[in-house]
């Protein structure tokens, strides 16, 4: 007999202003308690320091954590020239330090070097595996890895303000797997200095902005019950907006849900304009909910992510 799944069943999206302090699986497991929620998790990590959007997946919705990590990504951070951290945000030991304070000129002419395709090194305190160990573990247990550069994204980068001389504020837009940490390192070393992150806060991942996000105070106040707080979820189907639709009809949708394709013909006139039809995404529709993900490939319609059972 299989063991009865402790907690509600509830599926879609709470979109969590996350605190300073804490790290996102702990956010979760604050969350999951809260609503009672049978399971969690999250669309992309936020360090400790780090505060703002922490989308966090319940029940199927997890099923829809890789698209939703995909999405743009905006941040604000603030850098403090003169010291290095093993961190590299304030969290962290001091490694060096400097004098050299750049100018607004100095950083402006930095920036262009970190827009576009660029090629990064994670921050040793990072979650990659070497080895099948974390690299945080290893450099908290004062072996910190060589991480090698990896591709990463910047589509934009810029100073948007500079209270003193020691430091300065940034806005950053990025795709996935960018870390802000590396940034400002490695723009403070641009720069002929060094520096770390202080402040570090995530306005946009995907789909989810700022003005829809619930504070951790709210989650907490013992005065919402977890029926309450279940009224704060968002749709699933929230998360996959930006992603073309395509309504299947009840038979077309049973053979789909049973891992079988269906020839392209059958559906013209509804595909979506938006659709790639070169292995383009889809999301598709059964009696107005949704029920997978499918890309459009060599004249056929192929399930990729089963979201619910269709019934």
Not at 255 to 266: E, K
Request: glycine share 8%.
């Amino acid at each position: 007999m299989a063991k009865q799944k402790r907690g509600r069943k509830l599926d879609g999206w709470l979109i969590l202003d996350k605190p300073q302090g804490i790290t996102s699986t702990q956010a979760v497991n604050k969350v999951k308690r809260a609503l009672d929620a049978q399971k969690a998790g999250h669309g992309g990590t936020l360090d400790p320091l780090a505060t703002g959007i922490l989308p966090i997946a319940l029940g199927n919705a997890t099923k829809t954590v890789p698209y939703v990590m995909d999405g743009t990504k905006l941040y604000h951070f603030t850098i403090r020239f003169g010291e290095a951290r093993d961190t590299d945000d304030a969290e962290g030991a001091v490694t060096a330090t400097s004098d050299a304070r750049p100018t607004d000129e100095q950083i402006r002419a930095a920036l262009p070097a970190f827009r576009g395709s660029i090629m990064q090194i994670p921050p040793a305190f990072s979650a990659i595996k070497v080895d099948g160990e974390r690299a945080y573990d290893l450099a908290r247990a004062g072996a910190p890895p060589e991480l090698p550069a990896r591709p990463a994204q910047v589509d934009r980068f810029e100073l948007i303000g500079r209270p003193d001389a020691d430091t300065a504020e940034f806005e950053v837009e990025s795709g996935k797997g960018v870390y802000m940490r590396s940034l400002a390192r490695d723009l403070s070393a641009a720069c002929g200095t060094v520096g770390h992150i202080v402040v570090l806060r995530r306005l946009r991942v995907g789909p989810f902005l700022e003005n829809m996000a619930v504070s951790m105070d709210t989650i907490l106040d013992p005065s919402h019950t977890p029926q309450a707080l279940a009224e704060l979820v968002r749709p699933l189907e929230t998360a996959l907006d930006d992603i073309p639709a395509l309504a299947l009809t009840a038979v077309e949708a049973h053979a789909l849900s049973q891992g079988q394709p269906i020839n392209l013909v059958d559906l013209m006139g509804r595909i979506p304009d938006a659709a790639n039809p070169d292995e383009g995404l889809v999301r598709v529709l059964a009696a107005g909910r949704v029920l997978a993900l499918a890309r459009l490939s060599d004249g056929w319609l192929k399930p990729e992510r089963l979201i619910q059972q269709f019934s």
